[in-house]
């Protein structure tokens, strides 16, 4: 990547910079920058996080993705703590592409779920019940070990490893991220 646009460094100029939850209240801020945001050239998009609602990051990833195919370059940029549904932002840009500041990391970990299944009825629609709650458990897990591909497409490390890893918040500082080959470089 060629970093100098005139004086500046494109890296240290981000064109959006969010911080905090991954919610609908980012994704609309993230489409707001964007909307303001040059509509030519390289875009560098700054996160810290610490974390939130996957299917908002993933919704952000594939924005991103749709505005690289026709050739743009788009860059991701972590700041301090790429959390949790930060890391699975990060996962929807190509390794090359992805940047991290000195002294962040990055966090990655297995999905999770909370919920209190009440039993009451007839047996069969109890029975529904739970098929429905294991549909989605297994469905999340599906999605999880996409994200887990994504993340890893282009590193060093294995899908199995970052599944075995995964389970115990698996955190890693941005230098042995960049030795794993999960980002591009330090800045």
Known sequence: MNTKTGSQTVLTSPQLRLIGSVDE???AEFRDQLNAAPSEGPLVIAITTLGG???????????V???REPGRDIYFLGKSA?????????AGFPVSHRYMTKNSSLLIHERQITRTINLSGPLKSCTDQLHAALNEIEHSIEIEEAGFREI????????????????????????KAKELGLICEVI
């Open 25 to 27: 209240a980012m994704y």
């Open 53 to 63: 609602n996957p299917e908002v990051a993933r919704t952000m990833a594939d924005d």
């Open 65 to 67: 993705r749709l505005m």
């Open 82 to 90: 790429v959390y949790s549904a930060g890391a699975t932002f990060m």
């Open 152 to 175: 890893v497409e282009g590193s060093n490390v294995t899908f199995e490893e970052v599944q075995d890893r995964a389970p115990e918040n698996w955190y890693i500082g941005c230098e």
